[in-house]
């Protein structure tokens, strides 16, 4: 389950009918109300005019297949993004376009958590919860239920995880490896001129980093 839905395109293959069968036949089937759909490595297009018609077009015919329409829609250049999140240059980074991405995101994200306008009220519902969930673990440690104790700890994980979690989905070689770097702001994925990131990758804050690999 996620919370949102990125779709990466790249600039240069807009016509690729396998992404719009896909979009269509798969994505849309799910019915997530927060999908983003990016047109990216817009600094390939090097004529102003040609670029604006191009995003003019784009930006009319991609908002049919979000709920978010053109509040959904963002053409963006990932390599200036990761360029100006490293370099710490603000020049850059706005006219990357990758900002007014993550201005909309943040917007679900508070609408997601219920927190936008009472955040407060949120915490203390929370935290009543929290208690409520440790009471009941205690009378259960008494009582040796170890059984019951583990039927409940999915419920400890749901109200400890404050997580909105954003997939992020394209054919091979749109930059989406180099997209996820500059929103963190770090080479975390690799990027290279041929494809290199083919396997589904799983990205989360924690305090020290490390990989870890699943083998089947």
């Not at 935290?127 to 059984?147: F, G, H, M, P």
């Not at 404050?162 to 996820?180: A, E, L, P, R």
């Not at 041929?194 to 980093?209: F, G, H, N, Q, R």
Request: net charge positive; glycine share 4%.
């Amino acid at each position: 389950k996620v919370d949102a839905i990125v779709f990466i395109f790249n600039c240069i293959y807009m016509h690729l009918k396998t992404e719009k069968d896909f979009i269509e036949n798969n994505i849309l089937a799910w019915g997530h109300q927060y999908l983003f759909l990016i047109v990216n490595k817009i600094d390939y297009m090097k004529d102003v005019e040609e670029r604006e018609e191009f995003i003019n077009e784009y930006r009319s015919s991609l908002s049919k297949y979000t709920k978010l329409k053109e509040n959904g829609i963002f053409f963006t250049s990932g390599g200036n993004a990761l360029t100006g999140r490293i370099e710490k240059n603000n020049e850059i980074l706005e006219e990357s376009g990758i900002l007014e991405f993550e201005k909309e995101l943040k917007k679900c994200i508070r609408r997601t958590n219920k927190v936008e306008n009472n955040y407060v009220t949120f915490n203390v519902q929370k935290d009543q919860a929290l208690s409520l969930y440790k009471e009941t673990i205690e009378v259960l440690n008494k009582l040796k239920l170890r059984s019951e104790i583990e039927k409940l700890e999915p419920i400890s994980n749901k109200l400890n995880n404050d997580t909105f979690k954003v997939m992020i989905v394209g054919t091979f070689k749109n930059g989406k490896s180099t997209f996820i770097n500059a929103m963190i702001g770090e080479k975390i994925l690799p990027a290279f001129t041929k494809p290199c990131t083919a396997v589904i990758s799983e990205i989360k804050k924690k305090k020290k980093k490390r990989a870890l690999l699943h083998f089947k």
